[in-house]
């Protein structure tokens, strides 16, 4: 699902559904901070995240709604079972079974079970209060080492460590009869995690597909790094942006830490360095910026000040800030009358944001002005025909938009800067009903450095 029209301004943030229920909900719409601390009050929400809510709702510029979603991304707790059946069957098996079955403290544990039918082994299971027996069943003489293997294997969960150890040669058919495994010897350990950032990402869409801007929780590179690529590349279709924020130390210096390698490769990710992870620099950036209307204007995002958070406990040198802008970070230092002002308003490879957000804001505004355009044509009996006059009309709604975009400074004054060229109609046009273009357009440079060179004399000027 893209971003459709009435979308651009709005934020989301992805938050752990460990501390937030969310009142059962997928994603949750605030229209104000108010209506976030009842939200906490009754629980559905974190104090972390209502901190973010304050950032999001007491910016300079603050938007008609904010969003949260969740995340089921907390690691399982576990139960490690162990038996050893000892010497079975015929070719002295040392038969040695483990398994990791997930489960969550103070609650049953569950497991899926699947049983090799066509070597005569079926497995099944029966939970007694937090105990789960799990037998294994396989027939003297036809059941094979193998076919055992092949139903244990098949336990759920990527982390299970499940291996049935031979002594012998191999396939030769056990001997004992029925066995059960009674795992009543239990240790603790980790099993595999509960989401991931695409699935995550696929259910926020699914659910709520109306936001543009993805804030997320974590502070942690590894996850900041999976959620980027969902966001930007598994299921949204490369038209949202998200936002990051990190303490690492080595954003202020020459040598950037390799775990933001991939992170740092991403059009679609804005990185804020603050010096207390439990800032929401991030948060107070994305919502400031995209709460002006895409359709007017054509915001940069350097410049602007944040009011609702924390300077940097020691003094960023002028080192440092050269050093986080080369790592295409942005931070917050004085600038005019104001306090923190962000700096230099680049995405995670160095482009100026306003250019990502210019981009996703033609490609959609183009697609739905076509869209428009092919339906009142067709609600009143006319077709678009494939051809050079058909192609005018597609053209004419094209060159709509970029005046649109002329007129917010998405796109330079002068239209004789851009250009739409319809594409020589094939028989494959033709076959498939199709149009073709090529648009150029000649994005407005937001300026942010400014060198004045002063000529100082007694003389008066000539």
Excluded at 203 to 225: C, E, H, M, W
């Amino acid at each position: 699902a893209r971003v459709t029209q009435a979308s651009f301004s709005t934020c989301l943030l992805i938050v752990p559904l460990s501390a937030n229920t969310l009142n059962g909900d997928r994603v949750m719409s605030f229209a104000s901070y108010e209506d976030m601390q009842d939200a906490q009050t009754s629980g559905y929400i974190s104090a972390s995240t209502l901190l973010a809510g304050y950032a999001a709702f007491n910016a300079d510029h603050t938007p008609e709604a904010f969003k949260v979603a969740y995340i089921d991304d907390t690691s399982v707790s576990a139960t490690k079972a162990f038996k050893d059946f000892g010497t079975v069957g015929t070719g002295n098996f040392d038969t040695t079974i483990e398994a990791h079955v997930a489960g969550t403290a103070g609650n049953s544990i569950r497991i899926g079970l699947v049983g090799d039918s066509a070597g005569a082994v079926t497995i099944s299971q029966e939970t007694i209060s937090t105990t789960v027996f799990v037998y294994i069943h396989y027939q003297p003489g036809v059941s094979t080492v193998t076919n055992v293997e092949t139903a244990i294997a098949a336990l759920s969960g990527a982390a299970d460590t499940i291996d049935v150890k031979t002594g012998g040669t191999g396939a030769t058919v056990l001997a004992a009869g029925d066995d059960e495994f009674i795992p009543t010897a239990l240790a603790t350990g980790t099993d595999a995690s509960g989401e991931t950032a695409a699935q995550a990402m696929t259910a926020i869409v699914d659910a709520d597909p109306d936001f543009y801007g993805v804030l997320y929780y974590s502070r942690n590179v590894a996850k900041q790094t999976t959620m980027a690529q969902a966001v930007g590349l598994t299921v949204s279709g490369g038209t949202r942006l998200f936002g990051f924020l990190s303490e690492d130390a080595t954003i202020l210096t020459a040598s950037l830490d390799s775990a933001f390698d991939t992170l740092m490769t991403s059009e679609r990710a804005v990185g804020f360095y603050a010096a207390d992870d439990t800032q929401w620099n991030d948060v107070a950036a994305f919502v400031d910026r995209l709460a002006f209307d895409a359709d007017f204007f054509s915001v940069p995002w350097h410049g602007f000040p944040l009011r609702v958070v924390t300077d940097y406990s020691a003094d960023i040198t002028a080192s440092e800030r050269a050093y986080a802008i080369a790592n295409d970070f942005n931070i917050t230092l004085p600038q005019g009358d104001e306090d923190l002002v962000v700096d230099p308003g680049w995405n995670a490879v160095g482009r100026p944001v306003y250019e990502i957000v210019t981009a996703d804001w033609f490609r959609v505004r183009v697609q739905e002005g076509i869209n428009r355009l092919i339906v009142q044509k067709s609600s009143r009996g006319y077709k678009i025909p494939v051809s050079t006059g058909g192609q005018a009309q597609v053209a004419g709604a094209i060159w709509t938009v970029i005046k649109t975009g002329i007129a917010a400074k998405h796109f330079d004054a002068d239209i004789a800067q851009h250009s739409v060229t319809s594409e020589a109609i094939t028989a494959s046009d033709l076959e498939n009903q199709r149009f073709r273009f090529t648009v150029r357009v000649k994005l407005a440079v937001a300026g942010r450095l400014v060198t004045v060179t002063v000529y100082a004399s007694r003389q008066p000027s000539v």
